[in-house]
């Protein structure tokens, strides 16, 4: 576990992600969203993110949105659509983590 | 190889040379090849198919073949794409499976012989398919680019392409496929909000009759076993569009309006299926939207007769094939959980975890068995419908939907 801390922890720096104010979720939470991402989030834009009733969630379809942008939407849904608010179910690091790893093609 | 450098005098024989060793290269291929296919045929079964079935593996791209008199898993075939959400339907003499993959794949998979028989990208992203009552046509639903494509089932052959534009020209995700009597194909347009029937008996020239203003975000359909009322579920309102076949210039009518009875609807997760049919007499078992409710329907008056608390949001509302019984499982994050109503009492009288993730049941054809993928679990239950105790357990890798070949025989399957 320390190990891997000290991965993270080299990783977030070479990436420049340490400079988020939200603290990234740990190792297990980590692996948990990817999870969460290819199987749950996976029902409506695919496991593999090239979309289906909802849309598709590759980098390349969503490098020009602001990334607070989705985390909101990840948050609370989009009203009229059958995207759901996960809030309750996601914490707001959560969220921007999940954004974060589907800009760089995590798990892909 | 030929010594040729020292045999050979002439051009001309040179060139004899070559075509010789090609001849014997051409038949040393032939020679192993027709081995190997001899191979590969000594290990398809000589057996029959009528308890036979697949479950889709969903994160690794493959189906395992199940036999359900065993309990057992015969094959395992790959190579099927990204099978995220995937189903399938089977030829009329129940050999083969038609699986519909996310990626728009269409695979032919020989039940017999455990292989991928043939395969075709149709699409770039598609959502499930149907086949047509003399077995002889293979439609499947496109969200992009919307639409709907007829194949032979022999060949995988195109045959014809429907497009599902909206009035204004705009292409719609298609929903909700499934063959009717006549050589129709019933489908629902997502985004448009409409039903079309699409008359194939002459496959060059498909006739489709159109139905706008059903409600918004119609998300999947169901056809009765009789293949006469279709019926599509409404996500963007309270409600479902039902069509009768059999008086189809009567147009769309609008049942169980309002049945949110304007309650705040939860998030859903995950959204329903409507598949198969569960009927029990002129009781109708349908999935409420965004409540944990199962909403049950009179089919000779189509109202509402009462509704049935459950455990989450229900995803599958499946009837024992006797009707005795409705089993239902739930969106995430409840899906650990299933429920069995008892559909005199409309009481739930049962529920039990098989494990995280359960995501699709599938009964044996005279029910006295289920079958449920248990995602998380990486394993397929088996239970005993009348004492609910488990009598099998099989491994797959994240299995998804399970199908029995007594589909074949059933319209809308």
């Known amino acids: 576990m320390k190990q891997y801390c000290y991965k993270t922890l080299v990783f977030c720096m070479l990436t420049g992600m340490a400079a988020s104010v939200h603290p990234a979720p740990d190792a297990d939470r980590q692996a948990e969203l990817l999870y969460l991402l290819k199987h749950d989030c996976g029902s409506c834009h695919g496991m593999t993110r090239k979309g289906g009733l909802g849309p598709p969630l590759l980098p390349e379809n969503l490098s020009d949105r602001p990334p607070q942008l989705m985390v909101n939407t990840v948050l609370d849904g989009r009203p009229g659509t059958p995207m759901p608010p996960w809030r309750g179910e996601l914490s707001e690091q959560d969220a921007q983590w999940l954004v974060e790893a589907m800009l760089r093609g995590e798990g892909l | ?413």
Not at chain 2, 235 to 247: I, P, R, S, T
Not at chain 2, 251 to 265: H, S
Not at chain 2, 336 to 350: C, N, P, R, W
Not at chain 2, 358 to 380: K, Y
Request: proline share 5%; aromatic share 10%; with cysteine.
């Open chain 2, 1 to 413: 190889m030929f010594p040729c450098n020292f045999l050979c005098r002439s051009a001309s024989q040179a060139r004899f040379a070559d075509a010789i060793r090609s001849y014997v290269c051409l038949f040393l291929l032939f020679v192993l090849f027709s081995g190997l296919y001899q191979v590969a045929n000594a290990e398809c079964l000589m057996r029959g198919t009528g308890d036979l079935g697949i479950v889709i593996e969903r994160a690794s791209g493959s189906v395992q073949i199940l036999d359900t008199t065993a309990k057992a898993s015969l094959f395992r075939v790959g190579g099927l794409g990204d099978l995220s959400h995937a189903s399938a339907v089977f030829s009329r003499d129940s050999r083969y499976a038609y699986v519909f993959g996310r990626d728009g794949g269409l695979s032919k998979i020989d039940l017999l012989c455990g292989t991928l028989d043939k395969r075709v990208i149709q699409a770039g992203n598609s959502i499930g398919g149907a086949i047509s009552q003399d077995g002889s046509l293979v439609a499947v639903s496109n969200y992009t680019p919307g639409g709907v494509k007829v194949f032979a089932a022999d060949s995988l052959e195109l045959l014809a392409d429907l497009p599902a534009l909206d009035a204004t020209g705009k292409p719609s995700k298609v929903v909700g496929l499934v063959d009717a009597p006549g050589q129709q194909f019933v489908y629902t347009l997502y985004d448009a909000g409409e039903i079309r029937i699409a008359d194939l008996s002459d496959p060059a020239a498909p006739r489709v009759r159109r139905f706008p203003d059903i409600g918004r975000l119609p998300y999947d359909a169901l056809i009765t076993p009789d293949g006469r009322f279709y019926i599509a579920g409404l996500f963007g309102e309270d409600g479902l569009a039902l069509l009768d076949l059999w008086e189809p210039q009567q147009g769309v009518q609008r049942i169980l309006n309002n049945y949110g009875r304007g309650k705040e609807k939860l998030p859903v997760y995950k959204m329903p299926h409507l598949e198969g049919w569960a009927v029990a007499g002129r009781h109708v078992f349908l999935p409420a939207v965004g409540q944990h409710e199962v909403l049950v329907v009179d089919s000779q008056t189509w109202k509402e007769v009462g509704r049935i608390a459950v455990h989450g949001q229900p995803i599958f509302v499946v009837a024992r094939p006797d009707g005795r019984q409705v089993w239902v499982n739930f969106a995430h994050p409840l899906n650990d959980t299933v429920q069995v109503i008892d559909t005199q009492s409309l009481q739930v009288v049962h529920s039990m975890k098989p494990g995280k993730g359960v995501l699709h049941m599938e009964f044996a054809p005279r029910g006295e068995n289920v079958w449920v993928s248990v995602r998380d679990a990486d394993r397929i239950q088996v239970y005993d419908t009348g004492t609910f105790a488990r009598v099998a357990q099989l491994q797959a890798e994240k299995p998804s939907g399970i199908f029995f070949t007594a589909r074949a025989h059933r319209t809308g399957l």
